[in-house]
């Protein structure tokens, strides 16, 4: 089992960076996929970012160019640098993980969420 807190969120204007972290313990190693999600209101959950056990990046064309996801070496945190903020990036954002070993595309464990919130 994994834990996952998120941090990090909050309230800025349009054009500023916030830097999301996602503090994971328990059962927690490198060998997994982790990422971000956020759901907007009204809308459906959408994967953001992650990051492959090997390091591979994945981002959503939404956020190309301005949000880089990282992780450290153990996994024990992930981060999401958020940069260049649109109020269109509102929502509560998600840290989860995929169990050990399982490529990203099935997340198993997640967090309980962070808001952010961007106005114009």
């Known amino acids: 089992q994994v834990q996952l807190v998120e941090s990090g969120g909050g309230s800025v204007q349009a054009g500023g960076s916030l830097r999301l972290s996602c503090a994971a313990s328990?059962?927690?190693?490198?060998?997994?996929?982790m990422g971000w999600f956020r759901q907007a209101p009204g809308k459906e959950r959408e994967l953001v970012s992650d990051?492959?056990?090997?390091?591979?990046?994945y981002y959503a064309d939404s956020v190309k160019g301005r949000f880089t996801i990282s992780k450290d070496n153990a996994g024990k945190t992930l981060y999401l640098q958020m940069n260049s903020l649109k109020p269109e990036d509102t929502a509560i954002y998600y840290c989860?993980?995929?169990?050990?070993?399982?490529?990203?595309?099935?997340?198993?464990?997640w967090g309980q969420g962070t808001q952010v919130t961007v106005s114009s």
């Open positions: 989860a993980a995929a169990r050990i070993f399982d490529a990203c595309g099935t997340f198993h464990y």
């Open positions: 328990g059962n927690t190693g490198s060998s997994r996929c």
């Open positions: 990051i492959s056990s090997a390091g591979r990046l």
